[in-house]
């Protein structure tokens, strides 16, 4: 089955400590996405990649990197610098082409920073 | 910048009634995209219908339909015959024509649909 995955689903973390949340996809899509999401708000995007090695920051990229070695595959990483880390994050994939605009997203990851 | 509103945080509808949920946003763009996404308890977003914006025509996908108003800015999601699955988290959300995708999402309405 094509589809986007997310792992762990859960994700507890000590301060001060980085960690890294996986996005992979097996659609080909050529974009992939990071969004935050917190209570009460929509989601807001951190980074996207529209092509391999290759990225552009969203509205809250600080305390945040990313990668995109491979087009299946854009991990996230909250580093010590992001000041409240604790959210739910959310991975979306697309098509780059015409009016192919859907974004799909994968199931999601609860981080918690104890 | 753009912005999304959605000016109701939660909503309720008995079940096979019909429930309309508000959206408005603002840009000095002539081409973008608009989309209505749902997040049931389970957090997955879900695409539930979308709207071109040099397209006249109100999309529809089954009991799902907008009302797009380009003049008002305003996109609204009507469904009928509300079934208990319907319950859960629904985005409005704004992309600008040959933005790389990038997604502006409402705040959301949480919706209940009662037996």
């Known amino acids: 089955d094509g589809g986007i995955t997310q792992s762990p689903k859960y994700l507890f973390r000590k301060e001060g400590q980085n960690v890294t949340l996986s996005c992979e996809q097996n659609?080909?899509?050529?974009?992939m996405y990071w969004y935050r999401q917190d209570p009460g708000q929509g989601l807001r995007l951190i980074y996207y990649?529209?092509?391999?090695?290759?990225?552009q920051k969203g509205d809250i990229a600080e305390g945040y990197s990313v990668s995109r070695e491979k087009k299946e595959s854009f991990p996230l990483t909250v580093t010590s610098a992001q000041k409240n880390p604790t959210a739910f994050y959310l991975c979306?994939?697309?098509?780059?082409?015409?009016?192919?605009?859907?974004?799909?997203f994968g199931p999601g990851t609860r981080l918690t920073v104890l | 910048a753009q912005t999304v509103t959605q000016s109701q945080p939660e909503m309720s509808v008995q079940e096979a009634e019909t429930v309309t949920l508000s959206c408005t946003y603002d840009?000095?763009?002539?081409?973008?995209?608009l989309f209505w996404y749902k997040q049931p308890p389970s957090r997955q977003m879900i695409l539930v219908i979308r709207q071109e914006a040099y397209k006249q025509q109100n999309a529809t996908e089954n009991r799902f339909s907008v009302n797009f108003q380009k003049a008002a800015k305003s996109f609204s999601l009507k469904i009928s015959d509300s079934q208990l699955g319907d319950t859960a988290m629904y985005f409005c959300?704004?992309?600008?024509?040959?933005?790389?995708?990038?997604?502006?999402f409402g705040q959301g309405t949480e919706l209940s649909v009662k037996p």
């Open positions: 840009t000095s763009e002539n081409n973008y995209y």
């Open positions: 990649s529209q092509i391999v090695n290759d990225f």
């Open positions: 659609l080909n899509h050529d974009a």
């Open positions: 959300a704004f992309m600008k024509h040959r933005q790389g995708g990038k997604l502006i």
């Open positions: 979306a994939s697309s098509i780059v082409a015409g009016l192919q605009v859907v974004q799909y």
